[in-house]
């Protein structure tokens, strides 16, 4: 739902969403882009590239119920996750259309006076925090609220798990922006209002494993039977997450060796390159019993004395022993696109001042 008695995205039992048609002109201008773009016959390179940073395109779909009812059939490209974290930020200078009335234009500058000075802003989020097992959610109110001042740390929000930074996800989402910022550097025949960036990414620890041969945190033959799932992987996002945990609350690890492994191969990594820029250390195991064979580790030790020594040690494991971030961005809501014969340079300069922010939560 958006708003207070407005549908919003509808799913279909066969996996995809159902976007209602706006009224005219807006909705038929969207279908008409939709149309164009993954048009059959189509043989523009341009439009063809296009589609890898749209939803896929499934045509129309009226109910049986109610057949003068449109919707667009799309992918749901939130489908794949498990825990999806979702952020949509609408791109662009002006978040009117050219053909837009001084009231129209008058009433979006009052919504953000900043959008044209920025070129961006966060319409909402939805973010997976692993610490609580629950979703925080930030509306539109949020957004509006950000200033130049406090927008980086506004959207550094949507990449923290409440453990730590997501920055797999925020290097990987600078490489999409990138990619989706070229596509608008090469092409001169669209211009974009109003329309946003989905960004969307798994916050669930589970989903985001690396093998690292047979290094495990937690040996098979050390490990309750049914504790380990998916053979011998090790779970992290900058830091330990949890294996699993019983019915009692506590986790169960034999984490001596593993961790001693699995460190002695991070340390051999780690020296091919930023070697003198590594800090690392990890408590003696014979002084410190988080380490010794066996032990029981409860919530409240994950949540207070292991994982800050945990982070120390992974906090720089390099990017060729980690897997990809299962990242999606993608671009949506076309009911302001028009034909044009210059660089669309109000989306080109959003997409620019978010990539230096997205640039700023990484490197600080």
Request: glycine share 6%; net charge neutral; charged share 25%.
């Amino acid at each position: 739902m958006y708003g207070k008695d407005k549908g919003g995205i509808l799913q279909h039992p066969d996996g995809t969403v159902l976007k209602q048609l706006q009224p005219p002109p807006r909705g038929p201008r969207e279908q008409e882009f939709y149309n164009k773009v993954y048009d059959s016959d189509c043989c523009d390179s341009i439009l063809l590239e296009l589609r890898e940073y749209l939803p896929k395109y499934f045509g129309v779909w009226s109910p049986p119920t109610a057949p003068n009812d449109t919707y667009l059939k799309l992918e749901d490209v939130t489908r794949k996750f498990n825990k999806p974290c979702i952020m949509d930020v609408k791109i662009g200078q002006k978040s009117y259309d050219p053909y837009a009335s001084a009231e129209k234009i008058q009433q979006q500058v009052s919504k953000y006076p900043l959008m044209e000075e920025i070129g961006f802003l966060v319409l909402g989020m939805r973010v997976y925090h692993v610490s609580s097992d629950s979703y925080e959610t930030q509306n539109q109110h949020y957004g509006r609220s950000l200033t130049k001042e406090t927008v980086k740390d506004g959207i550094s929000k949507f990449f923290h798990s409440g453990y730590c930074l997501r920055k797999d996800v925020v290097a990987a989402s600078i490489q999409k922006v990138e990619k989706i910022l070229e596509w608008f550097e090469g092409q001169t025949q669209l211009n974009f209002y109003a329309s946003s960036l989905l960004f969307v990414y798994e916050g669930s620890c589970q989903a985001t494993t690396v093998r690292l041969g047979d290094v495990t945190l937690a040996e098979k033959r050390r490990v309750p039977k049914g504790l380990l799932s998916g053979g011998d992987a090790l779970e992290y996002n900058n830091n330990i997450n949890v294996i699993n945990s019983t019915e009692n609350g506590k986790i169960e690890a034999s984490v001596s060796k593993g961790l001693s492994k699995f460190y002695a191969l991070h340390k051999k990594a780690c020296s091919k390159r930023h070697h003198s820029q590594l800090s690392l250390k990890v408590e003696n195991s014979e002084q410190d019993n988080v380490w010794k064979t066996s032990t029981c580790i409860t919530q409240e030790h994950l949540n207070g004395n292991v994982l800050p020594q945990l982070e120390k040690v992974f906090y720089h494991v390099p990017a060729e022993t980690k897997e990809s971030a299962n990242v999606e961005v993608r671009m949506i809501d076309f009911a302001h696109v028009f034909p044009s014969n210059t660089k669309d340079e109000g989306y080109i300069y959003g997409l620019k001042n978010l990539i230096t922010v997205l640039q700023n939560i990484l490197d600080n």
